[in-house]
C-alpha cells in the first residue's frame, strides 16, 4: 500500500518555465515533508521541507505548497533551469504526530526535463 | 570533507554468497540509514541507527544484518543473497538533536545484482 504517491512518472518543460510537481499522501498522521533531488548515479539530495503547521515554504526558485486537508502538496521551480533535469522524490514522516522525522516514507519519484 | 561513502560501487553476487556493503560518514552524524530502490521505485528503510551500538529494523530488513561499533560507519551485511535482493543501496546520515533530525545526506549508492 503505497503511504506516499507520485503519480507522475515524467515531466517535460521548457526553460525559463515553471515546473510543478505533485505528491499526494495517505497516511494521516504525516505532518513533515521534503523533497529530494537525484541526478543519475547520485546519491538524493535534499531540497527543500514543510511542515504540517505551514502550508508554503519557499528557498529561491523552489516553493512548495501543502494541502492538509486534500493530503497534497506540490513543488514549484520558477524559472526551470536545464540542470534543474533529475528524480524529485517526495518524502513524508509522522514527526509531529509523535513519531520521529528520520524515519521516512519515499514516493516513486517523478523525472522532470527540462528543455532548453 | 567527503560526506557519505560507500564501497563498493558496484557488485554481481551469485545466489547464496554473502557480502558487507560498507558506509562511512565523517560529519560526525549521530544517526544513519540503509535504504534500497528498486527499479521504478522510492526508497525504502532496510535499517537505521540512533548512535554507535544501537540499531533497529526499518520497513524492508529481512535479509540484512547492520552492526555500528563506531558514529562513522554503519556496515550492512547481506548473508545468502537471493535475486530479490538485486537492488541499488544507499547509505544516509543526519544530525540530530533529541528526536529532531535533520535533513539526511545520501551516499552515491551501491548497485547490486544477484544472479
Known amino acids: 500500500d503505497q503511504q506516499v504517491k507520485q503519480n507522475s512518472p515524467s515531466l517535460s518543460v521548457q526553460e525559463g518555465r515553471i515546473s510543478i510537481l505533485n505528491c499526494d499522501y495517505t497516511n494521516s498522521m504525516f505532518d513533515y515533508f521534503l523533497w529530494y533531488k537525484k541526478y543519475p548515479a547520485e546519491g538524493p539530495t535534499f531540497l527543500i521541507s514543510?511542515?504540517?503547521?505551514?502550508d508554503k515554504n519557499e528557498d529561491g526558485r523552489f516553493t512548495v505548497f501543502l494541502n492538509k486537508s486534500a493530503k497534497h502538496l506540490s513543488l514549484h521551480i520558477v524559472p526551470s533551469q536545464p540542470g534543474d533535469s533529475a528524480v524529485y522524490f517526495c518524502?513524508?514522516?509522522?514527526?509531529?504526530?509523535?513519531?520521529?522525522?528520520?524515519?521516512?516514507?519515499f514516493g516513486k519519484g517523478t523525472l522532470l526535463t527540462v528543455n532548453p | 570533507n567527503a560526506g557519505v561513502t560507500q564501497t563498493p560501487k558496484f557488485r554481481i553476487l551469485k545466489i547464496g554468497q554473502s557480502m558487507t556493503l560498507q558506509c562511512t560518514q565523517d560529519?560526525?552524524?549521530?544517526?544513519m540509514y540503509w535504504y534500497r530502490q528498486d527499479p521504478g521505485m522510492g526508497l525504502k528503510l532496510i535499517y537505521y541507527?540512533?548512535?554507535?551500538?544501537?540499531?533497529d529494523k526499518g520497513e524492508v530488513p529481512n535479509g540484512y544484518n547492520v552492526s555500528r561499533s563506531t558514529t562513522e560507519d554503519f556496515p550492512l551485511r547481506l548473508e545468502l543473497a537471493a535475486p530479490s535482493q538485486t537492488s541499488v543501496y544507499f547509505c544516509a546520515s543526519s544530525y540530530s538533536l533529541g528526536v529532531q533530525s535533520y535533513e539526511q545526506y545520501f551516499g552515491p549508492g551501491t548497485r547490486l545484482t544477484v544472479t
Open positions: 514543510i511542515s504540517s503547521i505551514k
Open positions: 518524502a513524508a514522516s509522522p514527526y509531529f504526530s509523535g513519531g520521529s522525522n528520520y524515519k521516512l516514507t
Open positions: 541507527s540512533v548512535g554507535a551500538g544501537i540499531t
Open positions: 560529519m560526525n552524524h549521530n544517526y
